[in-house]
């Protein structure tokens, strides 16, 4: 990490992780850096921060305060209830329900503890020191330039940090991702490389209205 980006620093989750072991809530994730769970090796999957779930079964003494992460941050409410705020909006999730938060956003979960839930999430890396940077997805997101350049489009012109996956699509996806997350065997790489792939693409479809109605990036992507 450069000098440049050193300027902010990402938040680590402690209360997630001391909630963890206390027995208060399970989690599955792989991670790189400050975050807690079971690390990803250094050559695979570069710019995955974080992917992995929590199932809070009852009401909770923890919550995630105003925080900041260093990468795109999309988070799926499977069940239960959980507040989610920003500087700019706050507002109850229910399952189905889909936050997105750009590079630094400040953002909180809980109000201010965590209700009984079970949420997905996964943070990736744009190599983005401020919010006014280029984007940069890996190599290994979408089957080519084109498409990855499309989704960034898509994501950087996004100024909604809530959306509804109406028909729930994605619910037994997730569910499913979920039993995955702790496969360190041979495909376990591939099954993580599927799920950010099919959950980005999954987002960006119901981003795409909203994206496609702007006539230009207002923070400068297309420049």
Not at 52 to 59: E, L, N, T
Not at 151 to 174: K, P, S, W, Y
Not at 187 to 214: E, P, Y
């Amino acid at each position: 990490m450069s000098g440049a980006r050193n300027i902010q620093q990402a938040d680590g989750s402690e209360s997630l992780r001391e909630a963890v072991a206390r027995g208060e809530v399970r989690m599955e994730a792989r991670v790189r850096g400050q975050y807690p769970g079971t690390p990803i090796e250094a050559e695979r999957l570069p710019g995955l921060r974080t992917i992995g779930y929590w199932d809070a079964q009852g009401p909770q003494s923890w919550g995630l305060p105003m925080h900041r992460n260093e990468g795109i941050e999309i988070c799926y409410l499977l069940s239960g209830e959980l507040a989610f705020a920003t500087d700019h909006e706050s507002v109850l999730l229910r399952p189905g329900d889909i936050t997105i938060t750009r590079p630094w956003q400040r953002h909180r979960l809980g109000n201010p503890h965590i209700r009984a839930c079970r949420l997905f999430w996964l943070i990736l890396d744009v190599e983005s020191a401020d919010d006014h940077e280029e984007w940069q997805f890996p190599d290994w997101i979408g089957p080519d330039e084109p498409a990855r350049r499309e989704l960034l489009r898509i994501f950087r012109m996004n100024q909604l940090c809530h959306v509804a996956d109406e028909g729930r699509t994605l619910q037994r996806f997730l569910l499913d991702a979920c039993d995955r997350v702790a496969d360190t065997g041979a495909l376990g790489t591939a099954h993580l490389a599927d799920t950010v792939n099919h959950l980005l693409l999954a987002v960006a479809r119901i981003l795409s209205g909203d994206a496609a109605g702007h006539h230009g990036d207002p923070h400068g992507f297309d420049r």
